[in-house]
Structures are given as C-alpha cells and as structure tokens.
C-alpha cells in the first residue's frame, strides 16, 4: 500500500526565514505538494514525476527528491507571513483511479 | 472559468438525516473524488469514480453513498448511517489521460450535525 509520512504536525518559523517541511514516501514514483488555507481546498504547489529531482512550484516553494533518503522535503528561503497555512504531502500512481494517498499535514505558523 | 465547485459551503444536519453534498466540474475530468478532512488526520478518500456511472469504495466508505450519472457531477450523500458526519469534505478531480495524476480540488463543504 501506499504510505506517506509528515512528522512534524506544527512548525513556527519567524517571517523571512528558511523553511524546510518534510515528508516521506514509500514505493511510489508520483509526489506532490498541496498548500491548504483555513476553510479552503487545496491547492498544488509543486508535483514530481520524473527527471530533474528538484522541482520548482509556485508562490516560491521547491522540492527535492531523494531516492536514498525517500524524502520529498519542500522548501522556501525565505517565508513570508501569507505562507501560514497547513501543508500537505501526497503520493499517487496511475492505474487503479490515480488515486492519491495523503500526509497528515504540517500547520505552518509564521511569527512576524 | 473552468474550476470545481461544491455546495453548500456549510451544511447543517440533525441526527438520523440524509443530506446530499454536491459537487460539479467543468474540466472534462474522467476521474472524481470524495475525502474527508478531520483534525490531524489529513485527507481520507471515501468514495471515487472513473467513469460514468461506475464507482469504487475508498478507505471509508461505511455511511456514505455516490453516484455518477453525468461526467460533469458527482454527489455524495451522507447517511444517517454515518456515526460521525461532522468533518470538512473536499471534491476533487482528475484527467487520467497522460499519466497525470494531479488532482484538482473544491473549496469543500463544511457538514456540521447539530
């Protein structure tokens, strides 16, 4: 089955400062990222398929795949106070309805 | 605009009724879905389908039921067998074409049994 882990359920970062959120995958090759405000869907940051192991997304985010580590982790140099918001993970495959498997979620605060 | 839309954003139910979520995409979408979203425990996927009408259980699927009669529309009604109703339900939506496995997501409908 597929699996994926967030192990950090909070993080606080003050405003301007790096941010690292990590998730861990099992057996799967497709990866993505969803940021979550308060009351709203999800909405894609980045996703990986293939190819070049650092994707780059939007609003600032990257990722990097590391096959070794089985690591997804996403990334900002430098947070801004509109980032605060939950951050999920999620693995999927195609076949079987290209489901997707989610994280838990990390709760992004950002102190000004 | 192309998008998915899910109504009612907020929804309130007493116990022991049936109330019927609706979700609509105008994408061209094969593929639809239903999750719930409870505190710390990120999104479940209750029920999908990839094709009219046809559809498959997810993990928690007890106390809900789908249909699918149109490619652009797929409710989910939430039983009064559903012990535990009140969540945040998100719909989502996917090609299937290319191998792209990118959902795309609603605003969700908030369900509070009162």
Redesign the interface.
Known sequence: AQSVTQPD?HITVSEGASLELRCNYGATP?L?W?VQSP??????LL?Y?SGDTLVQGIKGFEAEFKRSQSSFNLRKPSVHWSDAAEY?CAV???GG?????????TQLKVEL | DGGITQSPKYLFRKEGQNVTLSCEQNLNHDAMYWYRQDPGQGLRLIYYSQIVNDFQKGDIAEGYSVSREKKESFPLTVTSAQKNPTAFYLCASNTLRGGNTEAFFGQGTRLTVV
């Open positions: 359920i497709y993505f969803y009351g709203q869907g999800l909405q894609l996703k398929f999920f999927g495959f195609t309805g290209n489901k997707l498997t989610f994280g838990t979620g």
